[in-house]
């Protein structure tokens, strides 16, 4: 099946820097993907819709100058965090659609990336 | 708007013992449902998935679920449990293929000996 990955898998930071998170899709083409937050023990939330080439689409109450969303290529998006506080501390997850070919109707998830701010 | 309810939090069965664990969707036309699995600190993997057709989905694992319009249920089965299928289990819906999906709020699997 397709595959979804993400780095880092986990990062530590200090409160009042900036995280990247990058998501691929390995073996196929994405011109969308998503991304959900999941807090502990919790569901997970979409926190933005990712368009290839274009800006993304954030949910309600999903601050978009904290998140910012780069999704420059068919296989890349990335999230970054900007100005991190120990709140954001979370675990990021994307999701990638095959746009081109193959399974169309599934999305397939990253690993996750474990966020923790100090 | 859509919506998943799982109304079991947490369930523990015995290894070798049958499975079920509900979900209701509430959405106005035929949902796209899947069921993900999540082991602690780890992403989703898709179980199965439903759009169209048979109402009986095989997945991976040994699992499968059924749907039913009628009750707005997408209900997951195991006839057997093996220790290994401890982990969280999340119920999705989606309007289409290419929209973000609404999960359940998760049931957690306990297998004991």
């Known amino acids: 099946g397709a595959v979804v990955s993400q780095h880092p898998s986990r990062v530590i930071c200090k409160s009042g820097t900036s995280v990247k998170i990058e998501c691929r899709s390995l073996?196929?083409?994405?011109?969308?993907m998503f991304w959900y937050r999941q807090f502990p023990k919790k569901s997970l939330m979409l926190m933005a819709t990712?368009?290839?080439?274009?800006?993304?689409?954030?949910e309600q109450g999903v601050e978009k100058d904290k998140f910012l969303i780069n999704h420059a290529s068919l296989t890349l998006s990335t999230l970054t965090v900007t100005s991190a506080h120990p709140e954001d501390s979370s675990f990021y997850i994307c999701?990638?659609?095959?746009?081109?070919?193959?399974?169309?109707?599934?999305?397939?998830f990253g690993p996750g990336t474990r966020l923790t701010v100090l | 708007a859509q919506s998943v309810t799982q109304p079991d939090i947490h369930i523990t069965v015995s290894e070798g013992a049958s499975l079920e664990l509900r979900c209701n969707y509430s959405?106005?036309?035929?949902?796209?449902l899947f069921w993900y699995v999540q082991s602690p600190g780890q992403g989703l993997q898709l179980l199965l998935k439903?759009?169209?057709?048979?109402?009986l989905v095989q997945g991976i694992k040994g699992f499968e679920a059924e749907f039913k319009r009628s009750q707005s249920s997408f209900n997951l089965r195991k006839p057997s449990v093996h220790w290994s299928d401890a982990a969280e289990y999340f119920c999705?819906?989606?309007?289409?293929?290419?929209?973000?999906?609404?999960f359940g709020k998760g049931t957690r699997l306990s297998v004991i000996a």
């Open positions: 999705a819906v989606g309007a289409e293929a290419n929209t973000p999906l609404v």
């Open positions: 990712s368009n290839e080439g274009s800006k993304a689409t954030y």
């Open positions: 439903y759009f169209s057709g048979d109402t």
């Open positions: 999701s990638a659609r095959d746009s081109a070919g193959g399974d169309t109707d599934t999305q397939y």
């Open positions: 959405y106005g036309a035929t949902p796209y």
């Open positions: 073996d196929f083409q994405a011109t969308t």
